[in-house]
């Protein structure tokens, strides 16, 4: 009677511990599926976002003005690069401060979509 319920505790916590496990491998997937090439890129919410929040400043089709840079003539890993070192609150150029403010309320995917979109939507 005691044994069968040591045995049955013992796979109740060896049931739990693998599942822990496979959690575990699951998130390190996701983490590395948004990091590559494999990120399902979401051009319409990267235009809603381009529409709102940087045109007003790289241009229409984001072709830049004066201290504005072009942004069309770049590859989606740059444009995705600078995102990120903004929205840590660094500076690169003279006028940063403009696009940290913006850059911060970019998310991980909204980075993806967005490089992409702005590197490949104005060919
Ligand atoms: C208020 C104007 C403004 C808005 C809005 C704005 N930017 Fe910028 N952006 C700038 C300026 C100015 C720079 C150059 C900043 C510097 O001196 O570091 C810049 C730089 C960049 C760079 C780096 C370019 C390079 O060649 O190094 C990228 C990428 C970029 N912006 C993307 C975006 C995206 C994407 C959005 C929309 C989410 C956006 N910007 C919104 C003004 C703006």
Redesign the pocket.
Known sequence: MLRNCVLTMLMIICGFAARADNHATDAAAEDSDTSTVEHVVDLEAAEK??RK??R???GNKAQGAA?????SD?TPE??AE??KI?RSGE??????I??IS??KK?SDEDIAN??VY?ATAFD
Not at 67 to 71: N, Q, R
Not at 91 to 96: C, F, T, V
């Open positions: 976002i381009f929040s940087c007003a400043c790289h201290s504005y840079p072009k942004l770049k740059y444009i600078k995102l903004y500076k690169i150029g003279p006028n940063s403009l696009m913006h850059a970019l967005i490089s702005v």
